[in-house]
C-alpha cells in the first residue's frame, strides 16, 4: 500500500510540475505575442522603426526589419512603415522638394535625383559638395537642369569618396564630354538615362545589383 501511494503522490507531483511549467510557457508565450503586436502597432501608427529590429544599410536608405513590418529611412530622411508581406517593388521612396509652397520652388524632379543620387554617394566620413559642371568639362555655367555632387572625405578634403552627375539635355557633344571624363577618371562608373536625365555615378563600394536598383528608384522621381 505504501508503495502505490507512493507511485501516486509521485505522479501527482510530476503531474503538477509539468502544469506549472506549461503554464509559464504560456504565460511567456502570451506576453512575447503581445509585445510584438504592440510593437507592430507602433511601428505603422508613428512610422517608427520596431524595437525588436534588425538593421540594413543600402546606399539609397536604411532598413530596420522587425518581426511583422520593416521601416524603410529614404534619402530626404522620410520614413515609410509596412508590412513584411508587400513586395519591395511596391514602395515607393519619399524623395521629394521640401520648399514652403508659398515660395518658389526648384525643378522637383531634379530635386529628388539629387537627394537619391547624394544618398547614393555619401558615407559616414564624407560630406556632400555641389560643384558646377564646368568644374570637369568645358561647358556653360547657364545649364539649368545640370547638377555636379562630390563626397569629400572629411579627413581628406583632396579625396573623393563618390561622384554624380544629373544633366537634362540633348546635346550629344556635351554627353560624349562627360563620357571621356569618367572613362578617363572613374573606371567601374555606372551610366543610365532616367526620363530626359542623363545620370552618371560611382561609388567603388556599390556592387551592380547596388546600381540596379538605383536605376529603379531614380525612375520614381518622374512619377510625382
Known amino acids: 500500500m505504501k508503495k502505490e501511494r507512493s507511485t501516486k503522490n509521485k505522479k501527482n507531483n510530476t503531474k ?7 503554464k509559464i510557457v504560456c504565460i511567456i508565450v502570451v506576453v512575447l505575442i503581445a509585445v510584438i503586436l504592440l510593437d507592430t502597432l507602433q511601428a505603422l501608427l508613428f512610422d517608427n522603426s520596431p524595437l525588436l529590429k ?8 536604411t532598413v ?11 534619402c530626404d530622411g522620410s520614413k515609410k512603415t509596412i508590412s513584411n508581406f508587400i513586395p519591395k517593388d511596391l514602395i515607393i521612396p519619399i524623395c521629394h522638394n521640401n520648399n514652403d509652397k508659398n ?7 531634379l530635386s529628388c535625383l539629387k537627394n537619391l543620387l547624394g ?5 559616414e566620413n564624407t560630406n556632400l559638395v555641389e560643384y558646377p559642371l564646368s568644374s570637369i568639362i568645358d561647358v556653360d555655367d547657364d545649364i539649368e537642369d545640370a547638377v555636379l555632387i562630390r563626397g569629400k572625405s572629411d579627413t581628406d578634403p583632396e579625396l573623393d569618396t563618390g561622384i554624380s552627375v544629373i544633366i537634362k539635355t ?4 556635351i554627353i560624349s564630354k562627360l563620357n571621356d571624363y569618367f572613362n578617363r577618371n572613374y573606371a ?15 561609388n567603388k563600394t556599390i556592387n551592380s545589383g547596388g546600381f540596379d536598383n538605383l536605376a529603379n528608384e531614380t525612375t520614381r522621381c518622374l512619377e510625382k
Open 54 to 61: 534588425i538593421r540594413e544599410k543600402d546606399k539609397m536608405y
Open 170 to 173: 540633348d546635346d550629344n557633344e
Open 16 to 22: 503538477g510540475i509539468i502544469k506549472k511549467v506549461v
Open 119 to 123: 544618398g547614393c554617394i555619401v558615407t
Open 103 to 109: 515660395e518658389p520652388t526648384e525643378n522637383t524632379e
Open 188 to 202: 567601374g562608373y555606372r551610366s543610365f538615362v532616367t526620363g530626359d536625365y542623363n545620370i552618371y555615378v560611382y
Open 64 to 74: 530596420d526589419k522587425g518581426i511583422l513590418v520593416k521601416t524603410y529611412t529614404y
